[in-house]
């Protein structure tokens, strides 16, 4: 009979507190051949928590292409393999795609050992619509970018997750707030799992005010979460914008944009984030 090969284990490690490894995943890690791991320096600490001799292979973004041959050949030999991230569930905002899809292309199992992952924590207790939600990641780290990526989410309706870093948050609270008004319902959730967890809520103008007085809440890991636009807004924005863009060909972008928020009920300034971005689609082909 031949060979059916080894199965490539996707396991979900802690987000902060190392008892957040369930059982299973601790069963997986000892029985496999080796962990492929994102960053063996890191992933160190929760091995020696629970005892675990498992070697380990570096996989991170800079040598995922290079190594995915090697992998693939030891499963195909046989081994069954792990594949962990520094922390949370592997390739969300982490390496192992290529792997993955590699692995799925040569017809070996890849299987997944579910576990914590930082938006789906940050979203159970963040008091947000929870039934849709869109997670963005981390968004450009340079500001124009940034905010054209924000102005294409404006009509959004459902929840929005992103990932933050500490350095970065005042200027993303910034943003959110120039394009999605003062007033939307918002909430920043940092350290969970750990000693200094906090889950913040209120509207963006009240984050925005507490981050900047409260440095302690410029620290840590962060998962930012804003409301939806619901959908009277998201359709009172779809006409906003198809009336801005007609009126902007007669009337200086001000007097256009005011008008069109008037008639249709749409933002004023989501109006003018739409108008600068010609190819957000709008619906109204
Ligand atoms: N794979 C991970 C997951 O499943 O959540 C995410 C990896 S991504 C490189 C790291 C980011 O996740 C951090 O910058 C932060 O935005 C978020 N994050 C991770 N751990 C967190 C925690 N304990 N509390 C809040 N956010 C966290």
């Known amino acids: 009979m031949s060979n059916p090969g080894g199965t490539l284990w996707v396991v979900a490690t802690p987000i902060g507190n190392l008892e957040d490894l369930s059982p299973r995943a601790r ?24 005892g675990i001799r498992t070697p380990l292979v570096a996989v991170h973004e800079h040598n995922e292409a290079a190594v995915v ?41 890849v299987a997944p050992v579910p576990g914590p992952s930082a938006l789906i924590a940050a979203l159970s207790v963040a008091g947000l619509p929870s039934a849709r939600f869109a997670f963005e990641g981390f968004l450009p780290a340079k500001a124009g970018a940034r905010r054209a990526r924000l102005a294409a989410l404006v009509g959004e309706p459902r929840t929005l997750i992103f990932y933050e870093a500490p350095h970065r948050l005042q200027e993303m609270l910034d943003d959110l707030l120039a394009v999605f008004g003062a007033q939307r319902s918002a909430v920043l959730a940092r350290e969970l799992t750990k000693l200094h967890e906090i889950v913040l809520d209120g509207t963006l103008a009240a984050l925005r005010e507490r981050v900047g007085t409260d440095a302690d809440q410029r620290r840590g890991e962060i998962v930012l979460l804003v409301a939806g636009n619901e959908a009277e807004d998201a359709q009172a924005l779809g006409a906003g914008r198809r009336l801005y863009r007609l009126l902007c060909a007669e009337l200086p972008p001000a007097r256009a944009a005011r008008i069109a928020a008037e008639f249709t009920g749409a933002p004023r300034r989501a109006l003018y984030a739409a108008g600068a971005l010609d190819d957000v689609p709008d619906g109204s082909a």
Not at 28 to 33: D, P, S
Not at 36 to 45: C, I, L
Not at 77 to 98: I, M, N, R
């Open 69 to 109: 041959p090697a992998l693939i050949a030891r499963l195909q030999a046989g081994d069954d393999l792990a594949l962990v991230s520094d922390a949370g569930t592997p390739l969300v905002s982490d390496p192992g795609f290529v792997l993955v899809r590699a692995a799925r292309a040569a017809g070996l199992r």
């Open 27 to 50: 069963q997986v890690l000892v029985r496999a051949a080796a962990i492929a791991a994102e960053d063996t320096r890191h992933t160190r600490p929760l091995l020696r928590h629970y």
